[in-house]
């Protein structure tokens, strides 16, 4: 994409699946007899969800949630609003949290807190992204994909404004910020 707000590719598209399988692969073999429920995190872990759903290979099954933390568009403050809730009972169920990024941990730290409280019989995190010596609470976080620099990014389900999130990478975002 010719686009002047975009700047150097942060993690190519054939890393990411090729990381996306290895991620695949420990699920599997950490899951088997016990088939996870994946829980994605809307919008931004949507396509790291769908690709690596299709890399486990174990009968998952999926429920999304939408969440928005108050704050900028750079800067959590923490609190995080649920904009749609699970529609799975998570009673005894082993659920994996599939997540994008993890910037200051603080929206992780709340859904962890949210779930835990519903009694699943296990809750670990996915997150395709850290941000290096960024968060404030530990984000205890079973499966990385990459730890990358703290610059904001997009592409791979992330976005600036709802844009960029079908571009097959991820790459820095050196324009504006909005809100
Ligand atoms: P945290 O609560 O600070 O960890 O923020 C996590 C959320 O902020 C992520 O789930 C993303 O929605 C958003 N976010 C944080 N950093 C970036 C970024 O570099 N690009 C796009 N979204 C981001």
Redesign the pocket.
């Known amino acids: 994409m010719n686009d002047p707000h975009l700047g150097a590719l942060v993690v190519g598209a054939e890393d990411l699946q090729q990381r996306v399988g290895e991620l695949g692969k420990e699920i599997t073999s950490d899951y088997t007899n016990r088939p996870p429920l994946l829980v994605g995190?809307l919008k931004?872990a949507f396509m790291f969800m769908s690709d690596l759903s299709r890399a486990i290979d174990l009968p998952v099954e999926f429920d999304f949630m939408a969440v928005s933390?108050y704050g900028s568009a750079t800067r959590?403050s923490?609190v995080v609003r649920i904009l749609k809730d699970l529609d799975i009972d998570l009673t005894g169920r082993h659920v994996l949290i599939v997540?994008?990024?993890?910037?200051?941990?603080?929206?992780?730290a709340y859904l962890r807190k949210n779930l835990a409280a519903r009694g699943p019989a296990s809750l670990e995190v996915c997150a395709l992204l850290v941000?290096e010596g960024l968060q404030k609470v530990d984000p205890d976080l079973r499966y990385v994909g990459f730890r990358i620099a703290p610059?904001?990014?997009?592409g791979y389900g992330?976005?600036?404004g709802e844009r960029y999130r079908n571009l097959p990478a991820i790459y820095q975002?050196t324009g504006p910020l909005f809100g």
């Open positions: 995190v931004g933390s959590t923490g997540e994008d990024i993890v910037d200051s941990g603080l929206t992780l941000k610059d904001f990014v997009v992330l976005d600036v975002y």
